[in-house]
Nanobody
Framework: QVQLVESGGGLVQAGGSLRLTCAAS????????MAWFRQSPGKERELVAS????????HYADSVKGRFTISRDVAKNTVYLQMNSLKPEDTAVYYC????????????????????WGQGTQVTVSS
């Protein structure tokens, strides 16, 4: 089992920045990839960014490329999402997710790969 706790959400004006933090605990050594997803009312949960623990290889949704940066601190079992140039359409609940070996063949931008989820943190961007 892996436990995930997100923090760092809040209210920010358009053009502003926020940094989300996801602290992982439990059997983190069994995970290979972490990701941030987001979900706004009436919409599907969508991938924002993913990162591999080992290589640090990242993947981003087109909508956030150049504005968001995902990173990881292996020693702290922590993943970050730096969000710059925020837009009102970035408003959503942001979830941290961790994968599990049995699903490691699924691509990192697929929700199906991720087994463990945090409780979510609200990000609201005002215009």
């Amino acid at each position: 089992q892996v436990q995930l706790v997100e923090s760092g959400g809040g209210l920010v004006q358009a053009g502003g920045s926020l940094r989300l933090t996801c602290a992982a605990s439990g059997q983190t050594a069994s995970t290979s990839a972490m990701a941030w997803f987001r979900q706004s009312p009436g919409k599907e949960r969508e991938l924002v960014a993913s990162v591999f623990w080992g290589s640090g290889t990242t993947h981003y949704a087109d909508s956030v490329k150049g504005r968001f940066t995902i990173s990881r601190d292996v020693a702290k079992n922590t993943v970050y999402l730096q969000m710059n140039s925020l837009k009102p359409e970035d408003t959503a609940v942001y979830y941290c997710a961790a994968d599990w070996p049995v699903y490691s063949d699924i691509c990192t931008f697929s929700r199906a790969r991720y087994v463990f989820w945090g409780q979510g943190t609200q990000v609201t961007v005002s215009s």
